[in-house]
Structure formats: C-alpha cells, structure tokens
C-alpha cells in the first residue's frame, strides 16, 4: 500500500472510531472507563511501580484522572507529558496534584515545564507508560492521532507500555489493514473493560 493510500485508510479508521467513540455516549463511556482502571490498576505491575507516565484524558478519551488518583493515593510518582514545540518529542513533569495544571492555547491540560520536576527515562526507577489511541489491536498496535508523538516515546522507553483501550473500539488486526510500518511500536499491555492482553 502507497503512502497516499496509507494515509487515506488512517483517515477513514479515525473517522470510523471517532463515530464508535461518539456513540458510546458520556455516561456509556464513563462506566465502561471505570472498568478499564479496575483491571488496570489489579496489574502486579501497577503495584510494583515507581512511576507512572499518564497521558491527561481530553475529550472522550479513556479517563485516565481516577487512575493518576489512584496512583497517588499508593505512594507513586505520577508524570504528564509535555510536548516540545516544533518537534515529535515529549518530555515529563511530574505533578503532585490537578492543581498544578495549566491549560495549552489547544485547551489541553499540562504540567509546565520545569528542570526540578522533569521526570528523565532511563533512571533505573520501574515505570508504567499509559499510551492513547483511537484503536489498538491483540498485537498491541495503535492508531493515534497522526502527531507521531507516541511513537518517538515508544522508540525509547524501557519500562512496561499500556494501551487504554474499549471493548468497542477494539480492532482485530491492524498489521492487516495496511497501516502499520517499521516505526510503529506495539504497547506491551493493553486493557480493556473485558480483558488484559500481554502482547
């Protein structure tokens, strides 16, 4: 499949699980998400943590604020990424509360950046990497957003990656639908309301 032909069938998919996202509805969505912290967070690996990389929930994605929550109430270092104007990298802030929260010109939530709450990789600490999608499949592969953030991340982080994921979102093979490369990187977990799949 050409790279023309690759884009246009990512296009559709986001369109197509976009829609699926929209029609689950908010309070569909919500208890759904409940669901997926409850099995996310009864991982050993949860439990056997340092850190945890959050993505902030916007939107209609997978809530991930109860999951931060719980992550403080255990004892755990919780960091928000941040991405670096003009590049496909994100560094990590931690933050100890909401609070410490500014809204981006897009309206997103982030952490601001700040050398003595920078959270580095390679630090020898046991780290958890929540990573979005609009779609993963059994293999751990992703469809995101299209800014290859996630991607750079994946290429250089060594602790254990999850994927958020619902059940109705949930694709088969995405290998399969000609829109994975060689820089696509799977996550190592993904959970869903239903299940938890080691990749």
């Not at 104007?85 to 802030?93: I, L, Q, Y």
């Not at 630090?123 to 953030?149: H, K, N």
Request: overall charge negative.
């Amino acid at each position: 499949m050409g790279n023309e032909a690759v884009d246009t069938r990512k296009k559709e998919l986001r369109r197509r699980f976009r829609t699926i996202r929209k029609e689950l509805g908010e309070e569909g969505r919500s208890a759904i998400d409940a669901r997926i912290e409850a099995n996310l967070v009864s991982l050993p690996e949860f439990s056997e943590m340092d850190v945890l990389l959050a993505y902030l929930d916007f939107g209609p994605e997978v809530r991930t604020r109860g999951i931060i929550q719980r992550a403080w109430d255990a004892g755990k270092t919780v960091a928000l990424p941040w991405c670096v104007p003009g590049t496909h990298e994100m560094r990590w802030f931690i933050i100890t509360s909401f609070d410490d929260l500014v809204r981006s010109s897009l309206g997103v939530e982030e952490p601001v950046p700040n050398d003595e709450t920078e959270q580095l990789l390679g630090t020898g600490e046991r780290m958890i990497a929540l990573v979005p999608g609009l779609t993963f499949d059994a293999a751990g592969y992703r469809l995101g957003y299209g800014g290859g953030f996630y991607d750079t991340f994946l290429a250089k982080f060594d602790g254990v990656s999850v994927g958020l994921c619902r059940e109705a979102q949930f694709s088969n093979n995405l290998v399969a639908e000609g829109i994975i490369d060689a820089h696509d990187l799977p996550a190592q977990l993904v959970v869903t309301e239903e299940h938890i799949i080691r990749v």
